[in-house]
């Protein structure tokens, strides 16, 4: 039966990884995949993770199954950091949730918690999102659309157009949206942009998911939740995404959850039943050792300053760099303005090269950029930046 199965065609980020990895040549330069690098070009274990991993090592050992929903207190810790250490969201009860397995496991997790509830509802996704997305969504057998969301000519959000396609979408669709840091383009709404999208996603009666996957990397935890926030103001119905594969650089452990802002306990311990059972029949429970880390360092308070100021560091050499790399192009004379990647925010830049330009980098410089233009900015040194300007220099000055 499997001489009939054809070769699956490699993911588009993932897939360069594959291919840079077999690249011989000895100046490659990874800028692909989302994963933060510092300026040495690796990616570092943080100090605070590396503290609670002692902590959980010394304690008593238990191997037995999480609940479904994952360990109450990273629950809790996880809705504090999203809402508000105060939010009253969680006294009244209005929440349910669960761990997943990376913020990706969250997002499959709502989209069978969609089609098995809402079987008409259609998600609307950003143009353009994280490629994944659509494929996620498919596999889940929930249809999707797509809502404008990039001027590519100004290098900024289109808020008209998608306000105007928010005020089209039939009720009880689902509009995707990115917490902060934008993947792929790096461009958020205002805190006064927010308040508009929240009063017309009200209005339409659209119920808002909030991908958040990159909390702390914009401008810091409490800025990079004011879309969230902003809903929560208006009392809206919400689902949010957590993922700390960024933010404690937890990758590998796949740590992430998924809450759902509901209108009351009654309410809340519906959907948490059917979130508990969707989870049962796909994974069955999560992984715990990272979450442990999450809420060991959450759950104290010297620890979770350290991470506070590891993640700092990690934001502050990104922004540094965006600025870093303006500065590198300009000096190499590539034609065009780049200022607007300064004003871009997370891991990533939408960096406006050509599907063909982007073939070139890899092909004749073996620089590696996803193919819509997406730079991992947080990929970029001080040793490779001059390498990486030139031959953007060189690769938009070549003929079309």
Same mark, same amino acid.
């Given at each position: ?17 594959? #291919? ?22 690796? !990616?570092? !274990? ?11 090592? *010394? ?61 008409? #509802? !259609?998600?609307?996704? &950003? ?23 990039? +001027? ?18 039939? #009720? ?8 902060? $840091? ?17 009063? /017309?996603? /009200? ?7 909030? +991908? ?6 914009? +401008? ?15 009392? !809206?119905?919400?689902?949010? $995404? ?19 802002? $509901? ?6 311990? &519906?959907?948490? &039943? ?16 990272? *979450? ?8 104290? /308070? /010297? ?35 780049? &200022? ?48 990486? *300007? ?11």
């Amino acid at each position: 039966m499997f001489e009939t199965i054809e070769l699956a065609p490699r993911d588009p980020i993932l897939g360069l990884t594959v #291919a840079f990895n077999e690249d011989q040549r000895p100046n490659k330069v990874n800028l692909s995949v989302g994963v933060y690098q510092d300026e040495h070009g690796k !990616t570092p !274990t943080l100090g605070s993770v590396r503290e609670a991993e002692r902590r959980l090592a *010394a304690g008593p050992s238990n191997k037995s199954y999480l609940p479904i929903s994952g360990s109450p207190g990273y629950g809790e810790a996880v809705q504090k950091m999203v809402f508000g250490e105060k939010s009253p969201l969680l006294a009244a009860g209005r929440l349910a949730g669960a761990h997943t397995p990376g913020g990706t496991g969250g997002l499959r997790v709502v989209g069978d918690l969609i089609h098995q509830n809402f079987p008409k #509802a !259609t998600v609307w996704l &950003s143009t353009p999102t994280w490629p994944n997305h659509a494929g996620i969504f498919a596999a889940a057998e929930v249809p999707t659309k797509t809502y404008p969301y990039f +001027d590519q000519v100004g290098n900024r959000l289109d808020l008209d157009a998608m306000l105007a396609a928010i005020r089209k979408m039939p #009720a009880g669709d689902v509009l995707l949206l990115h917490g902060c $840091c934008h993947n792929p383009t790096g461009i958020d709404p205002t805190a006064a942009q927010w308040k508009q999208i929240v009063s /017309a996603v /009200a209005e339409r009666g659209v119920l808002p998911f909030m +991908d958040f996957a990159y909390q702390g990397f914009g +401008d810091g935890l409490e800025t990079d939740a004011v879309g969230v926030r902003e809903f929560c103001q208006a009392g !809206t119905e919400l689902i949010v $995404c957590s993922s700390f594969s960024k933010n404690f650089g937890l990758y590998r452990e796949r740590v992430g959850a998924v809450t759902v802002v $509901c209108d009351n306990a009654s309410v809340a311990k &519906s959907v948490q &039943s059917q979130i508990n059972r969707v989870i049962r029949s796909n994974y069955s429970n999560p992984p715990a050792h990272g *979450a442990a880390i999450v809420e060991t360092i959450l759950g104290d /308070a /010297a620890l979770r300053a350290n991470w506070e100021q590891e993640l700092a560091t990690m934001r502050n050499r990104i922004n540094g760099m965006r600025q870093s790399f303006v500065d590198a192009l300009a000096e190499k004379g590539v034609p065009g303005d780049y &200022s607007f990647i300064t004003k871009q925010r997370g891991m990533f830049s939408f960096s406006g090269l050509s599907p063909e330009q982007v073939e070139l980098l890899r092909e004749q410089y073996a620089i590696y950029i996803v193919g819509s233009g997406r730079i991992n900015v947080a990929g970029l040194t001080p040793a490779n930046l001059s390498q990486v *300007a030139e031959a953007i220099g060189a690769v938009v000055g070549q003929p079309a």
